[in-house]
């Protein structure tokens, strides 16, 4: 065997940072070249006051923390433009708000940005599924779930019947104030677990099971372990620990058991409720139960949370906006009548219940803000030089911030009053209509691209 003598080990050890060195000035210097062959310029710079940018840092936690980062972000773009460079501990990144970057990223540009460290943000909890997979292997989930959400396989609204009733169960009728937010994640919950595995947790009933209740805990806890990792992206790994883990656990300790369950009982099932479950149609093409777990976990995810929020939001502004609860019932009261049921045909045709979603949605989307890193060394198209039109570099490996909570304040999309409530904006000619570039990636609340929400049910805007 062969030992190294400790100069000898000095020697190599220099070399290599030696070689480092050269190959990352060799990189820059490339990089440089092909921005200059594609015309870019600098992005307008976030300035920092503290070295490696340390201030800026502790303004997004105290943001973070006092429930105003969004605002802070917001306050960002409208200081420094709709496209900005920032550098935190030496790193630089990107910030932007101009839909024409978003479309790059999103669909001209795919293959030049990818999701970074979000697998691994994201895997203890959610696996291999769809939001965290890349390549060929999100091209075969997509392929999978696409059928099950384009059938429109519940016509009717009955799924959710018992358990909006179970939610007026724990609304007070003297009068008395209540938390809405909590039941509504509560209702979420119910509804998308009988959507996807035939059977609900019932969380919002006196009599669910108790076990049913603690996965819905755990579930909560699972997640806000994994926001807080996303916020950290680089330094996700200083977020988790037993308590992360044991919930993670639980979380698939409990869909392994519905899984094993309906695999046992599912022609029985089937047989006796006479209605598609989402879990059987997947079922049939998942390779294994982890599989097939992670892609359920994944869908309820996103069919709890967005769903949730939406509702929330929505009551929220309707609490503060009389006249616009006074024209909603007034339409919902002339399609209604007397039918003491609902189906998807009568909600089409009440437009201005479309409207008033649109603009909750508008200042409150379920994913405010996210990233994309950059693959390969490319370009953003726009955001660059002194009259910010020229493309921007971005190198290898930076990531690239965009926040649709700002964009969908930007007044020249959406008017003077664009941080007002106002759905008869959404009847108007909006500035952000009258471009098809702004029309089509100006507003984004279901994301866009190829990538775009399998759950949107309205078509794309049309400019004018």
């Known amino acids: 065997m062969l030992l190294l003598s400790s100069p000898a080990i000095w020697l190599a050890t220099i070399a290599w940072f030696i070689y480092r060195l050269i190959h990352a000035y060799s990189s820059y210097k490339s990089d440089q070249k092909f921005g200059a062959q594609h015309g870019c310029g600098q992005a307008a710079r976030l300035r920092n006051w503290w070295p490696l940018g340390i201030d800026r840092l502790i303004q997004i936690w105290t943001a973070d923390s006092e429930q105003r980062l969004m605002e802070l972000f917001t306050f960002h773009f409208r200081d420094v433009g709709n496209t900005l460079e920032q550098r935190f501990l030496g790193t630089r990144a990107f910030g932007t708000i101009d839909p024409k970057n978003l479309e790059a990223m999103m669909s001209s540009k795919m293959k030049d940005f990818g999701f970074g460290l979000r697998r691994d943000i994201f895997f203890p909890l959610l696996g291999d599924g769809i939001f965290t997979q890349d390549g060929q292997a999100w091209k075969h989930s997509r392929e999978l779930l696409r059928p099950q959400f384009t059938r429109q396989q519940y016509q009717g609204l009955d799924i959710f019947r018992s358990h909006v009733d179970n939610l007026l169960l724990h609304i007070p009728d003297d009068g008395r104030s209540v938390d809405l937010q909590p039941l509504f994640f509560r209702l979420t919950l119910d509804t998308t677990t009988e959507f996807l595995f035939g059977k609900s947790v019932n969380s919002l009933k006196e009599t669910g099971l108790l076990k049913d209740k ?95 929020c939406l509702l929330s939001w929505v009551f929220y502004h309707l609490s503060r906006h009389p006249d616009v609860l006074a024209r ?137």
Not at 370 to 397: F, K
Not at 430 to 449: Q, S, V
Request: glycine letters at 6%; one cysteine or more.
């Open 214 to 308: 603690d996965f819905a805990d755990e579930f909560d806890i699972a997640q806000n372990y994994v926001v807080q990792r996303f916020r950290l992206l680089d330094l996700y790994w200083l977020i988790g620990g037993k308590k992360f883990r044991r919930s993670c656990a639980s979380v698939h300790r409990f869909v392994d058991e519905i899984i094993e369950a309906r695999d046992k009982h599912k022609q029985e099932d089937a047989e006796k409720s006479g209605r598609y479950v989402f879990f059987d149609a997947v079922a049939q093409d998942s390779k294994n139960r982890e599989a097939l777990r992670a892609q359920l976990i994944n869908v309820m995810l996103a069919g709890r949370d967005t769903t949730a």
């Open 328 to 464: 909603l019932n007034a339409e919902i009261a002339s399609i209604v009548g007397y039918k003491t049921s609902l189906t998807r045909d009568d909600l089409k045709k009440m437009p201005y219940l479309t409207n008033v979603l649109k603009e909750t949605l508008r200042l409150h989307p379920s994913v405010p803000v996210n990233t994309r890193t950059a693959n390969r060394t490319t370009t953003l198209p726009t955001g660059g030089g002194p009259d910010r039109t020229s493309p921007v570099l971005v190198r290898e490996g930076e990531n690239v911030a965009f926040c649709v909570y700002a964009m969908h304040r930007r007044e020249d999309l959406y008017g003077k009053d664009a941080e007002d409530f106002r759905p008869e904006r959404w009847d108007e000619d909006l500035p952000l209509l009258r471009d098809e570039k702004t029309a089509a990636w100006g507003y984004l609340p279901f994301n866009g691209g190829p990538r775009v929400c399998l759950g949107r049910a309205s078509p794309p805007l049309t400019f004018h």
